[in-house]
C-alpha cells in the first residue's frame, strides 16, 4: 500500500469528482492552530495477511464510492 498525505488525498477526491484540484493549496498543519500527528496512516498489512482482503487502492476506493453515491441517487429518483 501507498501511504498518501492529506493535501494529495484531497487531491485525488477533487479528481474523482471533476472538481478543480487548484482549489486545494497545501498548508502546514501548524497554519491550522490545530495540534495534529504528521503521519496518521493506517497500516493494512495485518487486514491483508489474516483476513485475506486486499484493500482498494485511494483511486480505486473513491471511484467505488462514487459509484454507490450515483446508484443511490438513481434509486432515489426511482422511488419518488
Known amino acids: 500500500s ?3 498525505d492529506r493535501y494529495h488525498f484531497a487531491v485525488e477526491i477533487a479528481r474523482c469528482y471533476n472538481l478543480d484540484e487548484t ?3 497545501p498548508i502546514q498543519a501548524k497554519e491550522l492552530g ?3 500527528p504528521l503521519n496518521v496512516g493506517l497500516c ?3 487486514i491483508r495477511r489474516d483476513i485475506g ?3 482498494f487502492s485511494v483511486q480505486d476506493g473513491l471511484a467505488y ?3 454507490m453515491e450515483q446508484m443511490e ?3 432515489q429518483i426511482q422511488y419518488q
Open 73 to 75: 441517487r438513481m434509486e
Open 34 to 36: 490545530a495540534i495534529r
Open 65 to 67: 464510492c462514487r459509484e
Open 44 to 46: 493494512i498489512e495485518n
Open 53 to 55: 482482503i486486499r484493500p
Open 23 to 25: 482549489l486545494i493549496t
Open 2 to 4: 501507498t501511504a498518501i
